[in-house]
């Protein structure tokens, strides 16, 4: 079984801040980290992937992964309250070739005007 | 772009019903996924697929099945549904890892909510 914690939140930033999730792992093997997006009653959607140490850009969205610390964040640049949402980190299992990922619970975002 | 279906947004049961969520993807993938979310237990993985007629248990199996008789099509079935069956299911496929990194990532469909009464 593979741990994946993710601050429990919930986090609240005004809108124009940096929103900052971050996520642990306890596989050090793992080579990717993945970040979904959830909207409330809505199903996880992909929004960022993370294969290689540093950071990785994506509009106002930065993964950052330090495999040493087994540790990757999620920073959201100019938070929108349309970025309210709960952030779902996640890992894969590499000791199988079945594809599964771990997933964190998830830390809720609130972005407030 | 992945499209996964399910086959009801919300579904009300009665206790002691047998109870068939389906799940359709588009993509070809291999792997197809069953999961369960609740507030504050996060997202629970109850069966997954890696072929046709192939299954493995994920972490909480009991009471329910799967069945997976073609490649896109993968069903949870709640054999006598209890109300602590009540929760989102979650249908999510992705390809087959083939060793790189990006070949895990997993496509959700909408969600079924159920509601066992």
């Known amino acids: 079984q593979k741990e994946v914690e993710q601050n429990s939140g919930p986090l609240s930033v005004p809108e124009g801040a940096i929103a900052s999730l971050n996520c642990t792992y306890s596989d050090r093997v793992s080579q990717s980290f993945f970040w979904y997006r959830q909207y409330s009653g809505k199903s996880p959607e992909l929004i960022m992937s993370i294969y290689s140490n540093g950071d990785k850009e994506d509009g106002r969205f930065t993964a950052q992964l330090n495999k040493a610390s087994q540790y990757v964040s999620l920073l959201i640049r100019d938070s929108q309250p349309s970025d309210s949402a709960t952030y779902l980190c996640?890992?894969?299992?590499?000791?199988?070739?079945?594809?599964?990922?771990?997933f964190g619970r998830g830390t809720q975002l609130t972005v407030w005007p | 772009d992945v499209k996964v279906t399910q086959s009801s947004r919300y579904l009300v049961k009665r206790t002691g019903e047998k109870v068939f969520l389906e799940c359709v993807q588009d993509m070809d993938h291999e792997n197809m996924f069953w999961y369960r979310q609740d507030p504050g237990l996060g997202l629970r993985l109850i069966y997954f697929s890696y072929d046709v007629k192939m299954k493995e248990k994920g972490d909480i199996p009991e009471g329910y099945s799967v069945s997976r008789e073609k490649k896109e099509r993968f069903s949870l079935i709640l054999e006598s549904a209890s109300t602590n069956q009540t929760s989102m299911y979650l249908c999510a496929s992705s390809i087959q890892p083939r060793g790189l990194a990006e070949t895990y990532e997993q496509y959700f469909g909408p969600g079924t909510r159920l509601t066992v009464t």
């Open positions: 996640a890992v894969p299992d590499r000791g199988s070739t079945l594809g599964r990922l771990y």
